[in-house]
């Protein structure tokens, strides 16, 4: 084999786990469609490409590890025994890193008995025995022992992105040693992490000491008996056996049975097409974009010739019968503060575009706007709404919004962009990032016929695909979902966020004092509880003092020190009150940083908060809310629900008044699962808890349900909505695990239609590949014939409730839409400010709260007709945080 093939060797397992905890911080972020989590699919990926530029190789390999048990468990019943249980969010995204390997040409391999190191091993010896250069990639410092003059081993340092390179120079410089020593030092050090002992008292600086002296394991014991009398003379002799298991333990196997060739492994590229769709699922924009993708699949979109949008224009338009598209472009990621820079408007045939806005104040154009009988298709209704208002104009009569029916059809192909959905279509769009550029880059083209091009090819593409994607939603059932609930509630979010929320900033300034005297406080506890100050957002400085100086037990370790992880906080509490006031610190600081300061710079002039509510993002078809989001202030801390108190109404004598569903999603499984015990229980007004506990534990009345087992039976009933597995029930009411199998099989047992019901809706989705909530709203599941079990399993635990969060989330909608309706009806003043979940957020004159206590709950009641009732619960107060 010629000397310009180079071998790229990585080790799968390893650098997942870095990968994973490289992203930590940012998991919740990183949760495709499907709500998988995907930060160490996405941190690996990006290695990928830098190792791939740097390395250029001709041949590649992932190896991974096969399973827990190997020869060396074989050999040594505690190897690797004492590591922790590796994450669920990591172990769903190992058969995603494969997949993607596979797109991007890699070869993936795994050999029972064996790990991945003896793959690499077995490998790498091959390729140098050919004469290839290889390079191994991993976070592992064990395979440093392959390192030959043919084989570099370069080790993740830094999360997965740099990297240190193991030569035998590198070795010798940084050791003393040669990297086949590598293997002696392991045998008489141990390795705590893999857990094999060595020898005891001997660490790394003995073991290079003894090993520059007699060469190798072997020959330390050829000259035991000639040692000083010392400590060290008698743990070598009292450990030989473990030495020299520890030594076999620590040795990579050359000749593993591996059954691949050389010829196997050459590198294929990217198949451009899997890996795009691949991304697009996975909602890898970053990684979509830097994808030189080849045009000539697709259709092309030609020059348009674009007229200017002025009075002649205006006139024609006017006095058209046509339908026309509509594009008012934005620019920048919030539309309440950001430029318009450009409106184009077309029939399909001719198409008129302007960057002047003064056009808007022509009184036909807006009369045209704002006439309903007028039919216009667009991309976005509730951002152009917000858009056009801020110029003093109202928008009525359209009837294709792109954006939402692409979200309706495929909810895991999440487009927030035109682009991206003509691209579905084989159609070759540019994106707002490929257009515009991103980051500092981001700029509006000098031309302002370049730019009037762009919107005539969105206009192009909205009437296109306009009869295709429709007629695929009525095949879906799902039309009037899109008539009746998404388009007209995108008018009444739209409404929401153009009036905005009155914040006092001067309240928040105040908690902005009172939570830093509080941090204050509490830094100096624990700098008294600890004996000395130190940075406490450093978790290496807290670990120290935890763990050193405190002497707390350790839970686990990490490659930099010790974890002070919430979870291992949470099992130190009862050690040390440091532990708490840590925890307690944390949470504040979190508030105070997030919330009291962060809330600052979104309050406009207006004093108001104009948060933007994303209809097309969530799989379940729940709101979410941005810029800022204000679904998430914590409110199960009394720091957090403080934080409500600086949201008002907008006038001095006037109230905010809150409606909210109770337990709406049990109602929901109720009705749809059609059993006879819960629906019961909720018709007759139980209280659905203590209902559930005396019926799992076998009590004759709800009297004499203590509050824990309401405790345990509330966790219960929610987590079966959400398939929660025996594990997962344990962990969350602190029993063990074979208790909550036997739990959650009571249940079962006492609600035989909510069983019934998982397993019928499980059978649906592997026959149809999807779910659907009472609406018709569709959640695609294409893993639920996964041959992985844990991919497979969330998917099936997706199946059992999305139609239940889903048809939730529906319900709300349907209220909003009819609660906006009423209040115009009754020419009431109040206004629905926001949506938080399953509440309602209004303000309203006090003279109105009488009215509004009596008409919301019957407006809510009344949204969808279930087989039990809907139960609504309000409040109000001169404060959001009154109004609970």
């Known amino acids: ?75 040594f019943d505690e190897y690797k025994g004492t590591r922790d249980k590796t994450p669920q969010e990591l172990m769903e995204q190992l058969p995603l890193i494969q997949e993607m390997l596979n797109y991007r040409g890699i070869k993936t391999y795994q050999l029972p008995d064996y790990e991945a190191d003896d793959i690499i091993g077995t490998m790498a010896h091959k390729a140098q025995l050919d004469d290839m250069d290889v390079t191994i990639i991993t976070g592992d410092r064990d395979l440093t022992q392959l390192a030959t003059d043919k084989i570099t081993v370069k080790v993740n340092v830094k999360g997965v992105t740099e990297t240190e390179s193991y030569t035998p120079e590198h070795v010798k410089e940084k050791l003393g040693l040669t990297p086949k020593q590598i293997i002696d030092m392991k045998g008489l050090m141990g390795d705590a992490s893999d857990h094999y002992p060595g020898v005891e008292k001997v660490g790394e600086k003995t073991a290079i000491k003894l090993l520059n002296q007699y060469g190798s394991v072997e020959g330390i014991y050829e000259h035991v008996d000639e040692m000083k009398k010392s400590k060290l003379k008698e ?14 333990l620590a040795t990579i196997d050359l000749d593993a049975p591996v059954s691949l060739n050389l010829s196997d492994l050459e590198y294929q590229g990217d198949n451009q097409e899997q890996l795009l769709q691949f991304y697009q699922k996975m909602n890898f924009r970053t990684f979509l974009d830097r994808m030189d993708v080849p045009q000539d699949s697709a259709e092309d979109l030609k020059e348009i010739k674009v007229q200017a949008l002025d009075e002649a224009a205006i006139e024609k338009i006017v006095q058209s019968d046509k339908v026309h598209t509509l594009i008012v472009e934005g620019f920048g990621n919030n539309y309440h503060i950001d430029p ?72 895991n192909d999440n487009k927030q962009d035109i682009g991206l959905v003509a691209k579905n279509y084989n159609i070759n769009l540019p994106s707002e990032e490929e257009f515009y550029g991103k980051g500092v880059k981001k700029a509006v083209p000098e031309d302002e016929n370049v730019l009037l091009n762009f919107l005539a090819q969105k206009a192009k593409v909205i009437f296109d695909l306009k009869d295709k994607m429709m007629a695929e939603l009525k095949d879906n059932d799902q039309d009037s979902l899109y008539d009746e609930i998404e388009l007209p509630l995108s008018n009444v979010l739209a409404e929401m966020e153009i009036k905005g929320i009155t914040v006092e900033v001067p309240k928040l300034k105040e908690m902005e004092n009172t939570f830093a005297t509080k941090l204050s406080e509490i830094e100096q506890k624990i700098y008294q509880e600890a004996g000395k100050e130190f940075n406490i957002n450093s978790p290496k400085q807290l670990g120290v003092v935890l763990f050193e100086d405190l002497k707390l037990p350790v839970i686990k370790k990490t490659k930099t020190g010790y974890s002070t992880s919430v979870d291992v906080l949470e099992k130190l509490k009862d050690k040390s009150p440091v532990v708490q006031m840590v925890l307690d610190y944390r949470q504040i600081s979190k508030i105070q940083s997030t919330y009291v300061v962060g809330l600052q710079k979104f309050v406009q002039p207006d004093n108001k908060i104009h948060t933007i509510y994303l209809q097309t993002l969530t799989q379940t078809g729940r709101l979410s809310s941005i810029e800022p989001n204000l679904q998430n202030i914590p409110i199960r801390i009394d720091e957090g629900k403080q934080i409500r108190k600086a949201f008002v109404p907008q006038h001095k004598d006037w109230e905010i008044f809150s409606a909210d569903y109770s337990q709406v999603e049990l109602r929901v ?17 139980y209280d659905i808890h203590a209902h559930t506990a005396m ?65 019928d809706i499980v059978k649906y989705a592997r026959e149809n590949g999807y779910v659907e909530t009472i609406m018709h709203r569709r959640r695609y599941l294409p893993d639920i014939h996964s041959k992985n079990f844990n991919v497979r399993n969330f998917a099936q635990r997706t199946a059992m409730n999305t139609p239940i969060q889903g048809s939730a989330a529906d319900i709300i909608k349907v209220a909003m839409i009819n609660m906006q309706k009423m209040l115009e009806k009754e020419k009431l003043q109040a206004n629905l400010l926001l949506q938080v979940h399953d509440e309602m957020i209004f303000e309203a004159p006090k003279s109105e709260i009488p009215t509004l206590e009596k008409l919301v709950p019957s407006v809510m009641d009344s949204a969808v007709r279930l087989d039990v009732p809907l139960k609504v619960e309000t409040a109000h107060g001169k404060t959001w945080y009154e109004a609970k």
């Open 235 to 248: 743990h070598l002799i009292n450990d030989k056996d473990k030495a020299f298991l520890s030594k076999k």
């Open 340 to 411: 318009i820079v450009g409106l184009l408007i077309s029939d399909g045939t001719d198409f008129y575009g302007t960057v002047d806005f003064a056009i808007l104040e022509n009184e036909k154009l807006k009369a045209w706007l704002s006439d309903s009988t007028k039919e216009k298709y667009l991309f976005d209704n509730k951002a152009t709404v917000a858009l056009l208002h801020r110029y003093g104009c109202d928008l009525s009569g359209v009837t294709f919004d792109m954006l939402l029916v692409a979200y309706l059809l495929d909810t």
């Open 669 to 685: 499984l109720a009705h749809i699962s059609g059993d006879e015990h819960m629906q019961e229980a909720f018709n007759e007004d």
């Open 695 to 759: 019926r799992i534990f076998g009590l004759d009345s709800t009297d004499e349900v203590t509050p824990n087992m309401r405790r345990q039976a509330k966790a219960t009933n929610f987590g079966i909505v959400y398939g929660i597995s025996d594990y997962g029930l344990s962990q969350n009411i602190g029993i063990s695990r074979k208790q909550a199998a036997a739990f959650i099989e009571s249940y079962f047992e006492q609600y035989p239609g909510v069983k019934k019901y998982m397993d």
């Open 1 to 75: 084999m010629s000397k310009n093939k180079k071998l790229l060797l990585i080790d799968g397992n390893s650098v997942s786990f870095r990968a994973f905890f490289a992203m930590h911080n940012v998991l919740d972020k990183f949760v495709n469609g499907d709500g998988i989590h995907t930060n160490a699919l996405y941190a690996f990926n990006n290695m990928l490409e830098i190792i791939l530029k740097d390395e250029k190789p001709t041949h590649t390999l992932v190896a991974f590890d096969a399973g827990k048990t190997t020869f060396r468990t074989k050999m």
